[in-house]
């Protein structure tokens, strides 16, 4: 017996980790509806009056089969007149925080500082809580340029490093692109500060050019708006600053590449324009609904429909725990649920789901069950989701938080990690991408999210109850922790530093234990079920 028993466990083990590496992804200007693997990712945006708290909100669930998993603090510094900065490219695929083989596209002028910042695949948040988040939404292959020097994830770095608002961080992304232009596909950037939310759509000038046209439209402070990888600026209203800006050239390059014309008396609209095939896409559309309906259900939206509102005004006010939430849906209760067929007969005679019903099937299993895949909120291709708060009266240390957690959202906890930290937990800093290692925190989620697939309806309850413990004491003891913290910042900066650094550490690393154990605990109990 215990031969056979040992074969199936390894051989199941073998599978876990072939899981945990999709197939290559096609380019991000892939047709609108996307095949599996593609890589995709949603952002929620939260304005101030919208949440619980006074708190602005962007995410970023960076569903990705090929991004790094490291991640560290980058400080500030001062730099002397006429330096100039390296740009690199596809610097989110590195080994590590000091990886010497990241490829070069050219050199910048240096800015006199340059502010600390939270890096990931894609940077997060900087000192004064200017956050980021972001989805790709593609564009029309000829507006992608071969000259520029900027790719998406280094405008990102770049704005971190130069900008300390929203406002601030459009500004420099145009200064930047204009000067050296973008060389990547469409991009939507989300941008938080303490007082703001802004929508920011950009793409290249077209092949041979240096450039980029770009717009960018204000979420009102009380409601909460949604990017799921399709352009969603339509009409923009450049009279009235407060909620819309542009590139100077947004009207002339679409009338000079024959996608609008002024003379046929139709409305300019952005995202039609510059990327159309996105908003015929059920693959992005899907996503958008669900997030607006969870948020303002007696809005009734049409799941078929094309274009919904740019925002709404939420039903209620939300927290983190809330967005998170919404990260972890999976249509559950609507017809668009993928375990809703899988049932099977319990020992009590009830019909219940299989205990195989995932909604996280990968394709052999959906043809085997003959299903439709839909591109769930929630992703089990995700390498991390960064759920931020900016807050307005707090000094940035403290009012700066990046709500983060690795692999799929349903599976993980998210923790606290304040952007006033010396550095990130150890195996934070260690990439998974190259090779299985226990000092990788990013694997310790990873594991136990794909063995829960197996046998998801039990065993989800049992790494639920645990990601759920973890943030719960989070959340519990945030404002006990930050009224403590204040006060030592008052006092003593530095030490509040040491304080915020232990505190978003001790959380970090017993999330990880925690995970490395559960692994364990889930062999032992569902060994014999395979």
Request: charged letters at 25%; proline letters at 7%.
């Amino acid at each position: 017996m215990s031969k056979p028993r040992t074969l199936s466990f390894l051989v199941l083990g073998l599978a876990v980790l072939a899981l945990s590496f999709p197939p290559p992804s096609p380019a991000p200007g892939a047709p609108a509806d996307a095949p599996p693997g593609f890589d995709s990712c949603t952002s929620i945006l939260v304005g101030r009056g919208a949440s619980v708290d006074g708190s602005t909100m962007t995410s970023h669930s960076c569903d990705s089969g090929t991004d790094r998993t490291w991640m560290a603090i980058v400080p500030n510094a001062r730099h002397k007149p006429g330096e100039t900065a390296k740009v690199y490219h596809e610097s989110k695929r590195t080994k590590g925080p000091n990886d010497p083989d990241r490829l070069e596209t050219g050199e910048i002028p240096q800015v006199a500082e340059t502010y600390a910042y939270l890096d990931a695949a894609y940077p997060i948040m900087n000192e004064h809580q200017l956050a980021i988040g972001e989805t790709t939404i593609g564009s029309r292959r000829e507006l992608v340029s071969d000259k520029g020097l900027i790719d998406a994830p280094e405008l990102y770095r770049l704005v971190l490093e130069r900008a300390r608002t929203a406002r601030e961080a459009i500004r420099v992304a145009d200064e930047l692109t204009r000067a050296h232009g973008y060389n990547d596909w469409g991009e939507c950037l989300t941008f938080a500060d303490p007082r703001e939310v802004w929508h920011f759509e950009i793409h290249g000038p077209g092949k041979g050019r240096i450039g980029a046209v770009w717009a960018a439209q204000r979420v009102p402070d009380d409601e909460i708006g949604v990017s799921a990888n399709a352009g969603r600026i339509r009409e923009i209203d450049l009279a009235n600053p407060e909620f819309f800006m542009a590139s100077g050239n947004v009207h002339a390059l679409a009338e000079e590449m024959g996608f609008w014309s002024k003379a046929s008396g139709k409305p300019f609209e952005f995202c039609y324009a510059y990327n159309p095939d996105s908003r015929t896409s059920l693959y992005c559309r899907r996503r958008e609904w669900r997030v607006l309906s969870l948020l303002a259900p007696s809005l009734r939206l049409n799941p078929e429909s094309e274009n919904f509102p740019f925002s709404v005004k939420p039903e209620k006010k939300v927290g983190v725990a809330d967005v998170l939430a919404i990260f972890r849906d999976t249509y559950a209760g609507t017809e668009y649920d993928m375990t809703r067929t899988l049932t099977a007969v319990n020992r009590k005679g009830e019909t219940v789901k299989s205990p195989v019903a995932t909604p996280f099937m990968n394709a052999d299993t959906l043809a085997l069950f003959r299903l439709k895949r839909e591109r769930t909120i929630c992703s089990p291709a995700a390498t991390y989701l960064q759920v931020t708060q900016s807050r307005e009266g707090l000094p940035g240390p403290i009012g700066g938080v990046v709500w983060l957690g690795y692999d799929n959202p349903a599976a993980t906890p998210h923790v606290p990690i304040y952007i006033g930290i010396a550095q990130m937990p150890a195996s934070y800093m260690v990439d998974g991408r190259w090779a299985f290692s226990r000092d990788c925190a990013w694997w310790a989620f990873r594991t136990v999210s794909r063995l829960a697939n197996f046998r998801w309806q039990e065993m989800s309850q049992d790494v639920q109850k645990v990601w759920k413990g973890i943030e719960d004491k989070a959340f519990a003891g945030q404002a006990a922790f930050e009224a403590e913290a204040l006060a030592l910042y008052k006092k003593d900066p530095r030490k509040a530093r040491d304080l915020l650094t232990k505190y978003s550490h001790d959380l970090a690393n017993g999330a990880v234990a925690a995970y490395w154990k559960l692994l364990d605990d889930l062999w032992l109990k569902y060994s014999g079920s395979f």
